[in-house]
């Protein structure tokens, strides 16, 4: 039986759907835009050839406590991607279900024939275009002017929605890392980034000009995929079975085995560092759980009173 469709409708129920999960941020991207951006054979079309709309959906970052906490913790506790990924798969079970449309989950993974450098799909190039995020000076992560720093998923369906656009102002930088670039030429996060793989410039107009991002100097300190064929290597260059042994089961690589036992999605981390200064995550207005809730009360009444004043109006006076 098919289905008569409302495209506006269809996308705030989307919106309802993923907020009651915990999404902050949600938008929408034509297809056909992300095609023009995104390399040949990375395109959304590439894994489902259907696809006609990008949904982008943003969640929250850690908890404020756990930016205050030292660096070994906030390297297990910092992480919420998964969050994202869960509420995107439900959401493409939503659209199936309510809409009998098809939609997948994008996956948020490396292409196996290109190695760990390489995504499937740039989720940040579908959360930018939707307008949920903005290219920042900390690495090239996004940014959102309200909820600072998130994690972002995807997902790819055959319906056509209205789509968003990006945001009209990047709020990176932030006017007090202007001020400190000026003065140092340094922004907050490149000052502090422990080893030295952030750098760029902001022009004149206190914008941000040029970013440079030296994954390789990141991932070598943050992301132990890495560290795992050296390992390997190690143990096969062993003269004995006793250096063999300890380049297996020293404290620094029993620790990797363990993250590995137990899916741990900090083994794929970043060191958290440049968002621990960042003003953006750290004092945006919803940047905060509690802040978040107030905020969305805040933007819920203010909904209803904008309905009651249209449905008000469109009523007229009585004769």
């Known amino acids: 039986m098919s289905v008569t469709i409302d495209p506006g409708e269809a996308k705030e129920a989307m919106r309802a759907y993923t907020q009651k999960k915990g999404v902050l941020a949600f938008g929408v991207v034509d297809v056909d835009l992300v095609e023009k951006i995104a390399p040949p054979g990375y395109g959304p079309r590439d894994i489902f050839p259907r696809a006609k709309s990008v949904i982008s959906i943003g969640v929250g970052g850690g908890t404020q406590g756990a930016w205050a906490a030292d660096a070994r913790t906030l390297a297990y506790i910092g992480d919420t991607e998964t969050a994202a990924y869960k509420a995107a798969y439900g959401l493409a079970f939503f659209i199936e279900k309510k809409y009998q449309k098809r939609a997948i989950f994008c996956p948020p993974d490396m292409d196996p024939e290109k190695g760990a450098r390489t995504p499937m ?85 206190g914008k941000l000009a040029e970013m440079h991002y030296d994954s390789h100097a990141c991932a070598a300190m943050s992301q132990q995929y890495e560290a795992i064929p050296n390992v390997l290597l190690d143990m096969m260059d062993a003269k004995d079975p006793i250096e063999r042994g300890m380049a297996v089961h020293s404290p620094e690589n029993q620790m990797i085995w363990y993250k590995l036992s137990i899916g741990a999605g900090e083994l794929l981390s970043l060191c958290y560092e440049c968002m621990r200064v960042c003003p953006i995550t750290q004092s945006s207005v919803m940047a905060t759980a509690v802040a978040r809730k107030g905020g969305m009360r805040q933007k819920v009444m203010e909904a209803e009173a904008q309905a009651l004043a249209e449905q008000g109006a469109s009523v007229g006076p009585k004769s």
């Open 121 to 205: 799909q740039s989720l940040k190039l579908h959360a930018e275009l939707a307008g949920i995020g903005a290219r920042s000076m900390a690495g090239d992560i996004l940014l959102h002017p309200e909820f600072g720093m998130m994690y972002y998923a995807s997902v790819f369906t055959e319906m056509e929605l209205p789509p968003d656009a990006p945001m009209a102002e990047n709020p990176c930088p932030h006017p007090s890392c202007v001020k400190l670039y000026e003065k140092s030429g340094q922004t907050p996060c490149m000052r502090f980034c422990p080893v030295d793989c952030l750098s760029g410039s902001v022009d004149e107009n």
